[in-house]
C-alpha cells in the first residue's frame, strides 16, 4: 500500500462547505475509491456491485462517481484528464475545487483489485449514517408527541428498507422515488405548462413526427431544433429561453447537414445549445447498453431534448415486432421521461399512410402525440396530430416551405417553414390534377398573372406539381382572364415599375407611350436627340398589310389589265397597261 496517500479527515472536508463531522462519512475511503475509478473501468463496475451513489457522501465525490459513470456507460476508459473535461463541459468545475481536487485524487491511487475493499467500508458507513439519521427522525416524532402506532411503523418501513437493500444491493430508494407527492402534484397546475416553441409538444413530453420519405421531416425538424436552440421564434410562436437540444442523426450526410443549417441562416456563432452527433456509434436503443449510451450523453451534454433521426436506424429488434419497441420503451424513453427529458423521434410511413408509421403498432403507444407530416405540392405541407394523450396544444398546421436558390446552391438564409396567411382551398381547388388545382398552386407561389405558358411550366416543375400541356394552357388562360390580383397582377420582369424619374431620353415601358416629345413624328414614338444616328425611314409594305390580303393601291393608280396589282416605275411613266410580268408571259 505504498502508493496510497492518506489523506486527513479535515482535508477531506466537502468541497460544498460540509462539515466531516455532519454525519457517519468516510472521506478517507472515498477518496481512494474515487481515485482508483477515475483510471480504471474495472474498479468503478466492481464498486458499483457494492455502493450506488446514494451510499457516497461528499457531493464533490458524487459528481465525479456520476461522471465516471457516464464514461463507462459510453464504452470510454475513465481517465483524470477526461472527467476534468466532463464536468467542465457542464460548468460544474466549480464543485471540485476549480479541478484541483480531480488532480489531487487521481494523483496516486489503488489498484482497481483494491477498491472493492474500501467501497465496502463506504457502504458500511453509510449504513450507520442511515441508522442515524432514523434516530433522528425518531426523535423528532417523539417531540411533537408522535403515539406509539406511528413509532412502531417508523421503525417497521426502516428495517423493511434495510433488508431490502440488504437483499438486492441497492435498496428501495430507487423505486420509491417514483411516488407521488399528493401535496406537490395537486398543486402542480399541468395545463398552464408553457409549450416548447413551435406548440407542438410540452416539457419532458415524448413525441413522433411521421412522414413520407419526400416529405422532408429532417428538414422541418432540423430548423425547429435550431430555432429553439437559440431562442428564435417558430411557426409564429413568441421566441422563448434556448432549450439544450441533442440531436442523433443516424440518416442524414454531414454535407447535407451543413447545407441544410446554411439555408436556414446558421453558422458556427449561431448554434446556441444544439449539440449535433452525426451518425453516434451508441449501441441500439432497445437494449440496456443502448439506453445507458443514450442516457450518458444526454448527462454530458446537459441536454433537455433529445431528438432521434430516423428512430429505425436506432434499433436492432424487427420493426414489426412489438418486442422492439417495448424494448426501446423500458431502455431508452422511460429514463427519458423519468427524468424530464423531452424527445422527438422520426419515422417513416408504411406501406399504408392511413395506418401511421411502420412496422408495430405498440410504437404509438408510449408517446404523447403523433404528428403527421404530408406534402401537398408546391411546398405546401400539412401537419396533422392523430394521436395525443393530453390533447393540449393545436392538433392542426398549415405550412409553407420557403427556399431559394443561389445557383446551384440554396442561398444562405433562403430557407424556412411558416404558417400559411391564406384559408385554405376547398373544392376543385383542393383536388391534385384539376385546372383549378394549378391555379391555386401558382396562385400561393406568387406566379404572376400574364406569365406565360412556358413560364407557368417551368414553375410547376420547380414545386414538383404535375400538369398537362392542356392544363397549363387552360390554367394560364383563366389567370389572364380574370380580375386583377394584388401582389400577382403583371409579371416585374417583363414589366419593371415605371422610373420615379425618368432618365432623359427614356420611357418606361409601363408608360402608354401617347405623349409627344420634341422631334416626335408619330405619337407613342420618342423622336430624334442629338447625337443619336437617325433611324432611316421604312417605306410601307407594297405586298399586304398583315392580314393575309393585297394592299390596296391609291386611286390614281393605274392598274395592270391582266392581273390588277398596281403599275409603278417606268412601265407607268410610258403608259404600258400591264406589268413586266404580265408582259413576258
Known amino acids: 500500500m505504498h502508493n496510497v496517500r492518506h489523506m486527513p479527515h479535515a482535508q477531506a472536508a466537502d468541497n460544498d462547505g460540509l462539515s466531516s463531522n455532519r454525519a457517519p462519512h468516510d472521506a478517507e475511503a472515498e477518496a481512494l475509491v474515487i481515485g482508483a475509478i477515475m483510471h480504471s473501468a474495472d474498479a468503478y463496475n466492481a464498486c458499483a456491485q457494492i455502493i450506488d451513489r446514494g451510499d457516497i457522501y461528499l457531493p464533490a465525490h458524487r459528481l465525479i462517481w456520476d461522471t465516471v459513470a457516464g464514461l463507462v456507460a459510453a464504452n470510454t476508459p475513465p481517465h483524470p484528464v477526461l472527467v476534468r473535461a466532463e464536468i467542465e463541459k457542464q460548468g460544474l468545475l466549480h464543485k471540485v475545487d476549480g479541478g484541483n481536487l480531480i488532480n489531487q485524487l487521481g494523483a496516486d491511487y489503488l489498484p482497481a483489485a483494491n477498491a472493492p475493499h474500501f467501497a465496502e467500508q463506504i457502504y458500511e458507513t453509510a449504513r450507520a449514517r442511515r441508522y442515524d439519521e432514523h434516530a433522528n427522525q425518531l426523535k423528532a416524532a417523539v417531540v411533537r408527541g408522535a403515539a406509539g402506532d406511528e413509532l412502531n411503523a417508523l421503525v417497521a418501513d426502516f428495517n423493511q428498507a434495510e433488508q431490502l437493500r440488504e437483499s438486492t444491493g441497492r435498496g428501495p430508494a430507487h423505486l420509491v422515488a417514483a411516488l407521488l407527492n399528493w401535496g406537490t402534484f395537486f398543486a402542480t397546475d399541468f395545463g398552464s405548462v408553457q409549450l416548447l416553441p413551435g406548440r407542438l409538444m410540452g416539457p419532458g413530453q415524448q413525441i413522433t413526427v411521421v412522414g413520407d420519405g419526400k416529405a422532408g421531416k429532417s428538414l422541418f425538424v432540423q430548423e425547429w431544433m435550431w430555432r429553439m436552440a437559440t431562442g428564435q421564434t417558430f411557426l409564429g410562436d413568441k421566441p422563448q429561453p434556448p432549450v439544450r437540444i441533442l440531436y442523433l442523426d443516424a440518416e442524414n450526410g454531414q454535407e447535407q447537414v451543413q447545407e441544410r443549417f446554411l439555408s436556414f441562416g446558421a ?9 449535433y452527433a452525426s451518425f ?24 433537455e431534448l433529445v431528438v432521434i433521426d430516423t428512430v429505425s436506424r436506432f434499433i436492432s429488434g424487427p420493426e414489426n415486432d412489438a418486442d422492439t419497441w417495448l424494448g426501446f420503451y423500458r431502455h431508452t424513453l422511460l429514463p427519458l421521461k423519468r427524468d424530464r427529458v423531452s424527445s422527438v423521434r422520426l419515422d417513416h410511413f408504411g406501406k399504408d399512410k392511413d395506418r401511421g408509421g411502420r412496422g408495430s403498432s405498440a410504437k404509438t403507444q408510449d408517446v404523447d402525440h403523433v404528428w403527421e407530416l404530408s406534402a401537398q405540392g408546391g411546398g405546401a405541407l400539412t401537419l396533422k396530430r392523430t394521436h395525443t394523450r393530453t390533447g393540449i396544444g393545436p392538433d392542426h398546421f398549415a405550412l409553407q416551405r420557403q427556399a431559394a436558390r443561389d445557383g446551384d446552391n440554396w442561398a444562405v438564409g433562403g430557407t424556412r417553414h411558416v404558417l400559411m396567411v391564406h384559408e ?19 396562385d400561393r407561389a406568387g406566379i404572376p398573372n400574364d406569365a406565360s405558358n412556358r413560364t407557368v411550366r417551368l414553375a410547376l416543375a420547380e414545386l414538383q406539381v404535375p400538369a398537362g400541356n392542356s392544363k397549363i394552357a387552360d390554367a394560364v388562360a383563366i389567370r389572364k382572364g380574370r380580375p386583377e390580383t394584388p401582389g400577382i397582377d403583371r409579371s416585374p420582369e417583363a414589366f419593371p415599375d415605371p422610373l420615379p424619374d425618368p432618365v432623359p431620353g427614356t420611357r418606361s415601358r409601363n408608360t402608354p407611350g401617347t405623349e409627344e416629345t420634341a422631334g416626335q413624328m408619330v405619337p407613342g414614338t420618342p423622336g430624334e436627340h442629338p447625337g443619336t444616328p437617325p433611324v432611316p425611314h421604312v417605306p410601307p409594305s407594297k405586298r399586304g398589310n398583315g392580314e393575309g390580303r393585297p394592299e390596296q393601291s391609291k386611286a390614281q393608280d393605274p392598274l395592270c389589265e391582266r392581273c390588277g396589282d398596281p403599275l409603278h416605275g417606268y412601265r407607268l411613266d410610258r403608259g404600258y397597261t400591264t406589268c413586266l410580268q404580265c408582259h413576258a408571259a
Open 424 to 442: 385554405p382551398a376547398t373544392g376543385p381547388a383542393a383536388i391534385p390534377g384539376t385546372v383549378e388545382h394549378v391555379v391555386n398552386v401558382l
Open 267 to 275: 453558422g458556427p456563432l449561431s448554434m446556441g445549445e444544439l449539440r
Open 280 to 303: 453516434p456509434p451508441i449501441r441500439p436503443l432497445d437494449t440496456a447498453g443502448g439506453g445507458a449510451d443514450l442516457l450518458a450523453l444526454v448527462k454530458a451534454t446537459t441536454a
